[in-house]
């Protein structure tokens, strides 16, 4: 009989929108809460995961070593899309479903890129901070109609991050090695090019990609020494893409123009030099964060976990291998 234990480390589930916690109580659900903060104890964790069932999660990292305490655990499900802090394979041994909440809506994230590319153009941090403060100056600023932006990555966000410089009246170019020959079919907007040919002729670079082996680090200094200096990188992906030391050189010796980023190799980035430096534009992790999103994100986790305890198996199972050990359907309630 499953014990139907579930432990809530992610942030921000059932925070703004209670009725996503009300509703796994309602089911029946025992809710464990821990969540999720910058200096979270791990001890506090591994004291209490050895009795949980089912484990919401935001950013936390759940490797092999974690996994090994979890004796009762049979599913992790991600409150967001990116599982790069969970261990997959490590579940996948252990028989533990590992499920993310996939319809994540790109739009408030290209909406983020937009925002840094023209605060970072317009200043408008630096011209708030100085009204605020009582003074009176002019921040000269830099326009973006008829600059070339060049994302990297054309999917869900870079497309959308696409519709909007279109807005205002950028030129587009754009990289993706998967989906590049079909944009180019399909959006005779796009100029699909080579990565080298990107980075050297843009104004401002996109960077739209999940991180993978393939793309951590992808902006290293061999990269960066190919961007015009007036170029600035707006990074609403994976904080690893970007090589910081690298970038932190290219930004100090004025290389490059600017860094406006989302996200950190390490988040947050406590002590990085990034943080000193005049022309850069940082935020922390806030893409996906509106209410608007957070709201479909819970209704995807609580439909998701109240399906797999229905003995279904949603098209949102990551490691659908761990299905083959349950050949009679999975063991939670028919
Ligand atoms: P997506 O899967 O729709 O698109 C990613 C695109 O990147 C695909 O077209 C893929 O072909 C392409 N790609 C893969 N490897 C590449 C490479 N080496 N070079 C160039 N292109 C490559 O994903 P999406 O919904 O657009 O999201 C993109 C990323 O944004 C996510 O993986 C996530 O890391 C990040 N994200 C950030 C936030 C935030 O809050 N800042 C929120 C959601 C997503």
Known sequence: MPSKSLLITARSFGKNDPMHVVTLEEAGFTIVECRESPNMDRSCLEAIVSDVESWVVSAFPIDDALLSRCSSLRLIIKHGIGVDNIDIPAATKRNIIVMNAPQVNPIPVADLAMTLLLSFTRRIVEAHQCVVSGNWSQFLGTGVDG????????????????????????????????????????????????????????????????????????????????????????????????????????????????????????????????????????????????????????????????????????????????????????????
């Open 147 to 334: 600059k070339t932006l060049g994302i990297i990555g054309l999917g869900r966000i870079g497309l959308a991050v696409a519709d909007r410089a279109k807005a205002f009246g950028m030129t587009l170019l754009g990289f993706d090695p998967y989906a590049g020959a079909r944009v180019s079919v399909q959006r005779s907007d796009i100029g699909v090019v080579d990565l080298e040919h990107l980075l050297r002729v843009c104004d401002f670079i996109s960077l739209n990609v999940p991180l993978s082996n393939e793309t951590e680090g992808l902006i290293d200094r061999k990269a960066l020494k190919l961007m015009k200096p007036d170029a600035v990188v707006i990074n609403t992906s994976r904080g690893k893409i970007v090589d910081e030391a690298a970038i932190y050189e290219a930004l100090s010796e004025k290389r490059i123009a600017g860094y406006a980023t989302d996200v950190f190799e390490r988040e947050p980035p406590t002590g990085s030099p990034l943080l000193e430096l005049p022309n850069v534009l940082l935020t922390p992790h806030i893409g996906w964060y509106t209410r608007d999103a957070m709201k479909s994100l819970g209704d995807q986790v609580v439909d998701s976990i109240l399906s797999v305890y229905r003995g279904e198996t949603p098209g949102n199972i990551l490691n659908r291998e761990v299905l083959s050990a349950f050949p009679d359907g999975l063991w939670f309630e028919s």
